[in-house]
């Protein structure tokens, strides 16, 4: 099954169409859309060792908001914004947070690159309005100097067991020294007539590259990643992959009436709890050592692959309501999958009822990732 388009994705931006977009060699503009054959797409992600397989796909993920702030006060503020610790960051180094409302709920999710001259922060498309009035309130211009580059700044991401080959070969770049990267280790690199940031990213839970670059390098690079066997792919591939890792995407699993806990936040290696104070704080430590949240971001596995409606409900054998769906898929390796939202006495291994306006089905809940089919 292709799940049809969140509401809440972008639809602003012009489509190529199919025949042309494939004559020019380019994605479709600022992230968004499809290239047709979404298992293929999927499949060239995990078969790195098949003849012609590729081992990559190639996502066009400009639809991101990208930020730069400057000066030397930079990484101190930010760490007062979120819930991981900037502060102790090198350059060349970077992390996963969260930025929280007050009561600890989630504005935003990023990724923070540190750099010599400054800090890139990186928001998925869904979070950059609430990341960005944030930003407006309480970080002091005189502090650190902040501005939205997205407009002039591209995002081409390639994921999949080969990855690091395929980015090698189109940049010039030595593969081991990219295989050897940590999580959100990152470099400037000078190719195709620009500098280009590569940055090792976990988002689909493989081996994965954001290539960070100015929108005029785009159709260049482009072209050199598929040339050296990257696929290109769209947001249903991804989103499948998306599931199957069990990372949650703000506004879709996650928003700011979910607390940081709820959607997996300490698990994803987003909160530090020995760094100074953040917004939202008080309530991310007591969580963690006095509390508990009373749901959590967790997985569903069908016996059929069958549509199941984004928002279906969980209930227990009493009928009782034990959470929502959020996300769903048809996964060519596991099958009909969903990321729901769980109450915490749901127990691990539990088959539950999903109902969804007159249908019903059952799922089994299953902890995070997706094990292996």
């Known amino acids: 099954m292709t799940e049809s388009p969140s509401p809440h994705e972008s639809s602003s931006a012009t489509r190529l169409p199919s025949d042309d977009r494939s004559a020019v060699g380019l994605p479709e503009p600022r992230g968004v859309g499809n290239f047709g054959d979404v298992e293929g797409e999927y499949w060239a992600l995990r078969r790195g060792d098949a003849p012609g397989a590729g081992g990559a796909i190639v996502v066009d993920r400009s639809d991101r908001s990208r930020g730069t702030f400057a000066g030397g006060k930079a990484r101190e503020v930010l760490t007062g914004l979120v819930t991981n610790d900037v502060l102790s960051l090198q350059p060349g180094t970077g992390c996963y947070a969260a930025a929280l409302t007050a009561k600890g709920k989630i504005l ?43 407009a002039e700044t591209a995002d081409l991401s390639v994921y999949g067991t080969r990855a690091h080959a395929v980015v090698a070969g189109a940049l010039g770049l030595e593969w081991e020294s990219l295989q050897a990267m940590d999580d959100f280790a990152h470099r400037a690199v000078e190719s195709h007539g620009h500098t280009i940031l590569v940055a090792r990213v976990p988002d689909l839970g493989l081996e994965g590259f954001a290539l960070l670059m100015p929108t005029l390098a785009q159709p260049a690079v482009w072209s050199a990643l598929v040339s050296h066997g990257a696929r290109a792919a769209g947001r249903d591939a991804v989103h499948i992959a998306r599931v199957e890792s069990g990372r949650p ?51 569903l596995r069908f016996d059929e692959a069958r549509p199941v409606s984004v928002g279906a409900e969980l209930h227990d054998a009493a009928g009782k309501v034990m959470g929502d769906v959020r996300s769903v898929a048809i996964s060519p390796r596991l099958g009909g999958i969903a990321l729901a939202m769980v109450r915490r006495e749901v127990e691990m291994d539990t088959d539950i009822d999903v109902v969804w306006g007159d249908a019903r089905g059952r799922a089994r809940v299953v902890t995070l990732p997706f094990p292996p089919g």
């Open 108 to 150: 935003a999710d990023v990724r923070i690159f540190v750099r010599d001259d400054d800090v890139l922060v990186d928001v998925p498309p869904r979070a950059s309005a609430g990341w960005w009035t944030m930003v407006r309130k309480y970080v002091n211009p005189r502090l650190s100097r902040y501005a939205d580059v997205s």
């Open 249 to 299: 995407e703000w506004g879709v699993e996650m928003d700011d009436s979910t607390l940081a806990q709820e959607a997996n936040m300490e698990e994803l290696h987003a909160i530090s709890f020995t760094k100074g104070c953040y917004t939202g704080q008080e309530t991310v430590a007591r969580v963690h050592f006095r509390g508990r949240v009373n749901r959590h971001l967790r997985g």
